[in-house]
């Protein structure tokens, strides 16, 4: 595995994404198989494991915690909070409160990495900043990030506590950040850590219009998995076959590879639950585009038409 730096931390070309241990994508693996996978992925060249307190309501946090607790100090954990728009009269006090709970539930004195879930429009980022340098100062977080934050507020933030990371959406369907965000990291030394970048699973080529979505599964509110639109984005897979089959690989791992290729400070975090996705997806770390081969590639991209997204009110609405 090759390794790149958010920041200050050295980690895998690509990590983790934990979640779906324990939600969000179909019925979860059984809870020691869980813990044997993380496990797992860290043979297989992985250290860099992503988790929130939101994922399963603390669950998924207990079950990182469990598999990483003998692989502690030899690894990068990551977790996030929500921070409540009505905290009470101490903001420091609210999160230290969460962080508290998550090192507990996670089995460690510290995380590597600790997110803002998503940014609270009603608290200033300055704030929230002002306390994570604290909490660094403390030896609780090593970094911290936000989640799905715009330019502004990352210059805000970041003039008070340097960020580690922004982690937000972001694969071939989903490139809005490409505008302003990504070139912000750049130009800070800020690391882009990309959740769903393979679009929930789209990318990998596995799924089609007969497809189904039961239970907790999130893609049952991603307009871009209506029937209608897997149809219709069709050409973008038959797009990256052509380019798979040139390469001597798959759909996911050119989509994978295409995104290491833009910028070394971009760390995907894919969802994989079996050893046949961990050698997939880690094996994207190895396809290695010429520049004329990402031209092509992005060219290409250029003349394709992205039909549905992914937003976080479309999901909520499951939960209600």
């Not at 009470?88 to 510290?110: C, M, P």
């Not at 994207?284 to 976080?312: C, K, M, W, Y």
Request: overall charge neutral; charged content about 25%.
């Amino acid at each position: 595995m090759q390794f790149r730096k958010l920041r200050e931390l050295d980690v895998s070309a690509i990590g983790l994404g934990c979640m779906g241990f324990s939600h969000g994508y179909g019925p979860a693996p059984e809870r020691r198989e869980s813990v044997r996978l993380i496990r797992r992925a860290y043979e297989m060249g992985c250290n860099f494991f992503d988790t929130a307190e939101g994922y399963g309501k603390g669950d998924n946090e207990l079950i990182v915690g469990e598999a990483l607790k003998p692989l502690r100090q030899q690894t990068i954990l990551a977790t996030k909070l929500h921070i409540p728009d009505n905290y009470g009269k101490s903001l420091k006090a609210v999160i230290t409160a969460h962080l508290d709970a998550s090192l507990q539930r996670l089995q460690t004195d510290y995380v590597d990495l600790y997110y803002q879930h998503r940014v609270n429009k009603s608290i200033p980022v300055e704030d929230v900043a002002e306390c994570m340098g604290e909490l660094i100062k403390e030896g609780k977080i090593c970094g911290w990030g936000q989640s799905q934050s715009t330019e502004h507020e990352i210059r805000r933030a970041h003039a008070v506590t340097p960020l580690t990371a922004i982690q937000s959406e972001y694969s071939i369907m989903e490139r809005m950040f490409e505008k302003d965000v990504i070139p912000v990291c750049a130009e800070l030394n800020i690391g882009f850590v990309p959740f769903s970048p393979l679009a929930s699973g789209f990318l990998s080529g596995k799924h089609n219009a007969q497809s189904q979505f039961t239970g907790d599964d999130v893609r049952k509110g991603i307009s871009r998995y209506s029937k209608e639109n897997i149809e219709a984005n069709q050409p973008l897979l038959d797009l990256l076959h052509k380019f798979a089959r040139q390469k001597q690989a798959t759909t996911a791992q050119i989509s994978l590879a295409w995104m290491l290729h833009k910028h070394n400070f971009i760390v995907p975090i894919p969802g994989m639950r079996s050893e046949a996705r961990f050698n997939e997806n880690f094996g994207a770390a190895d396809v290695v585009l010429t520049p004329p081969e990402f031209e092509q590639i992005e060219e290409a991209l250029a003349r394709t038409q992205i039909h549905g997204n992914r937003t976080d009110e479309d999901i909520a609405k499951l939960y209600r």
